[in-house]
């Protein structure tokens, strides 16, 4: 079982960067497919972006690509997603998931593990 924690969410202006993280408990974080997720009020979770065991293996939301990354430090049991040139729509609940095997998945029913979520917000 993993158990996730999200931090370094908060408020910031279109333009502006933030850097989320999400803290990982137990031993199977090296052998878990992590992505990010999130859901803005009124809205459907959807997906942002994963990354594979070794890291090797990236995907994103096409709303996102370019701007956003998504990295894991497997020594740490830590995933980060940096996110650059934010947009008002961006602001949602950023989730932190967790999978395991080894595909990477873009649907929220894929990964059994969750985090409390962070809030993003960004002012025009």
């Known amino acids: 079982q993993v158990q996730l924690t999200e931090s370094g969410g908060g408020l910031v202006q279109a333009g502006g960067s933030l850097r989320l993280s999400c803290a990982a408990s137990g031993r199977t974080f090296s052998s878990s497919v992590m992505g990010w997720f999130r859901q803005a009020p009124g809205k459907e979770r959807e997906f942002v972006a994963t990354?594979?065991?070794?890291?090797?293996?990236?995907a994103y939301a096409d709303s996102v690509k370019g701007r956003f990354t998504i990295s894991r430090d497997n020594a740490k049991n830590t995933v980060y997603l940096q996110m650059n040139s934010l947009k008002p729509e961006d602001t949602a609940v950023y989730y932190c998931?967790?999978?395991?095997?080894?595909?990477?998945?873009?649907?929220?029913?894929?990964?059994?593990?969750w985090g409390q979520g962070t809030q993003v917000t960004v002012s025009s």
């Open positions: 990354i594979s065991l070794s890291g090797g293996n990236t």
């Open positions: 998931a967790a999978r395991s095997g080894t595909i990477v998945y873009r649907t929220t029913s894929a990964y059994a593990y």
